[in-house]
């Protein structure tokens, strides 16, 4: 493989959390045969979205309560790791395992230890961890998923490539949307799980909002149906799409591919396969773009106000 491929294709895997699984080992089977299905498509990526861990719930414990439903998916965190990193490895294929919660052996003393990890799994044996670092409401709710925020950004290369992941909600922060600007990334990765169309709708067109300030690449996929435990789970509603800039050569509209979204299937949940014009969309960066700027801070400008007169 190339160290800087003219384009990326990629496999987003809209996971289905209502598809049973008896163990760990199951999911290492269902997630071995995905890979194998991307790997023969030419995919040198796999996608998986936030929380896509919430499955492992089906074989939890039947009287585990809502507290305990991140120290437990943090328990088997350990061991699903080490299986994504290995068939990374075994497969040549990169693997964004999802996000997890995983215990934080740093978190400071008196705060929450657990955080929601995405993993990066590499096939040259790197397994690169970024926490959530904005929380929902739901993530800071002492009485269901109480979690603690990541306290850093990391900026990923591989493969010549320059990739960020941004954890469903912060894809939406304007702040932090400028600091990944200025990184310049070739590749904005965001796993995501949203309940409702609303918020589906939010993170996606925020999605949208970053390939164009960026003028980079943003691939998003979500979770779809309820994990199938002994107790009532809300659903989750989701989609996958790469988004690109608005420029002619790249076809005008910014959509890269798609899949509409869902509440449910009656399988393990698709799988959108897409070509990402990394090398294209560099030389846009460089000249020949319409209009963008280039990684621009607003910190220069000066805020005024006009009041009403008394």
């Known amino acids: 493989m190339s160290n800087s491929p003219d384009s990326l294709r990629t496999a987003l895997w809209v996971v289905n959390l209502a598809q049973p699984l008896a163990s760990l080992d199951a999911w290492q089977v269902q997630l071995t045969n995905k890979i194998r299905q991307a790997k023969a498509e030419g995919s040198a990526l796999l996608v998986l979205p936030e929380y896509a861990c919430e499955q492992w719930l089906s074989f939890a414990p039947a009287d585990l309560p809502a507290t305990g439903e991140i120290p437990w998916m943090a328990e088997q965190a350990e061991t699903a790791v080490e299986m994504a990193g290995a068939l990374a490895q075994e497969h040549d294929i990169a693997l964004l395992a999802g996000s997890m919660p995983v215990k934080d052996q740093q978190a400071a003393h008196g705060t929450v230890p657990f955080v929601n990890r995405a993993w990066l799994c590499l096939p040259d044996g790197r397994r690169i961890g970024q926490d959530k670092l904005c929380l929902t409401p739901a993530e800071q709710d002492p009485d269901d998923w109480l979690l603690s925020p990541?306290?850093?950004?990391?900026?990923?290369?591989?493969?010549?490539?320059?990739?960020?992941?941004?954890?469903?909600?912060?894809?939406?922060?304007p702040d932090l949307a400028g600091q990944v600007?200025?990184?310049?990334?070739?590749?904005?990765?965001?796993?995501?799980?949203?309940?409702?169309?609303?918020?589906?709708?939010?993170?996606?067109?925020c999605a949208r909002a970053r390939a164009i300030e960026s003028m980079t690449a943003v691939a998003a996929v979500g979770v779809i149906g309820a994990a199938a435990t002994g107790r009532p789970r809300d659903g989750y509603h989701a989609g996958a799409a790469l988004f690109l800039p608005c420029e002619p050569e790249l076809g005008d509209d910014g959509d890269g591919g798609s899949l509409p979204g869902l509440d449910s299937c009656d399988d393990e949940g698709p799988v959108l396969s897409v070509d990402i014009p990394i090398e294209r969309l560099r030389a846009l960066r460089r000249k020949g773009a319409e209009v963008w700027p280039g990684p621009w801070s607003a910190r220069h400008i000066e805020l005024s106000e006009e009041t009403e007169p008394s």
């Open 150 to 173: 990541g306290r850093q950004l990391k900026l990923i290369h591989w493969r010549g490539l320059r990739i960020v992941i941004l954890i469903c909600l912060d894809c939406e922060l």
């Open 181 to 205: 600007s200025a990184l310049q990334p070739d590749l904005i990765l965001v796993p995501s799980q949203t309940s409702r169309p609303s918020g589906y709708h939010r993170v996606f067109h």
